[in-house]
């Protein structure tokens, strides 16, 4: 079975650009997540999908983030216009239905390692 | 509010145990959680307690969670050049939609 794949898996764009990462999680998985590691700090929590509604956005830094999953599959999220604080790690994880996961397993793509400069 | 702390980096020889501890702010914690990442990969789960449980020892790894204090262990022992990574802590919150409260990892270096 595929895993979680991120692409791409680095980018490195200038101050004021536009740049779309996208996950796909594991096929089946109704629950994706994304997270962001910056500067080899904490992994924070930036929103939850539901097949395609979002769950819980609480995470998004600002209205530069906008992520999307259409038709409950892969995922985007784009950062426009990209500053210098959005440099980092981002990872996707997927989980199955929450009746089917005993113990909320979630299951992490390699990530996207973000340069912004 | 929601934080979880661990130390940053740890060096051990091959061959000795390893611990690597972790604190946590919210005692209404469900489940927590040890995550490896190897150097170019995603993260990997590594093991899990239910927060009703002391300990949980599943081969080479024992997790201790001492529910009073909030500190959350991991031993490994007869530790490996192969354990090399980073391992996080993390928390999982009640509410049914389960986001992952993180620390930010510790570098575990295994020397000769």
């Known amino acids: 079975e595929a895993g979680v794949t991120q692409f791409p898996s680095h980018s490195v764009i200038e101050k004021g650009q536009t740049v779309t990462l996208r996950c796909d999680p594991i096929s089946g998985h109704d629950n994706l997540y994304w997270y962001r590691r910056v500067m080899g700090k904490e992994i924070k929590f930036l929103l939850h999908?539901?097949?395609?509604?979002?769950?819980?956005e609480s995470g998004m830094p600002n209205n530069r983030f906008l992520a999307e999953r259409t038709g409950g599959t892969y995922s985007t999220l784009k950062v426009q216009p990209a500053e210098l604080e959005d440099s980092g790690v981002y990872f996707c994880?997927?989980?199955?239905?929450?009746?089917?996961?005993?113990?909320?397993?979630?299951?992490f793509g390699p990530g996207t390692r973000l340069t912004v400069l | 509010g929601e934080d979880v702390e661990q130390s940053l980096f740890l060096s051990v020889r091959e061959g000795d145990s390893s611990v690597i501890n972790c604190t946590y702010t919210d005692s209404s914690s469900t489940y927590l959680y040890w995550y490896k990442q190897e150097p170019g990969a995603g993260l990997q789960l590594l093991t899990y307690i239910f927060s009703n449980m002391d300990m949980k020892q599943d081969q080479r790894l024992t997790v201790l969670l001492n529910k009073k204090d909030k500190h959350l262990s991991l031993r490994i022992a007869d530790t490996q050049t192969g354990d090399s990574a980073i391992y996080f802590c993390?928390?999982?919150?009640?509410?049914?939609?389960?986001?992952?409260?993180f620390g930010a990892g510790t570098r575990l270096a295994v020397h000769p």
């Open positions: 994880a997927s989980s199955p239905t929450i009746r089917d996961a005993l113990y909320n397993e979630q299951f």
């Open positions: 999908f539901v097949k395609e509604s979002k769950q819980d």
């Open positions: 993390a928390e999982s919150l009640p509410g049914g939609y389960n986001k992952l409260i």
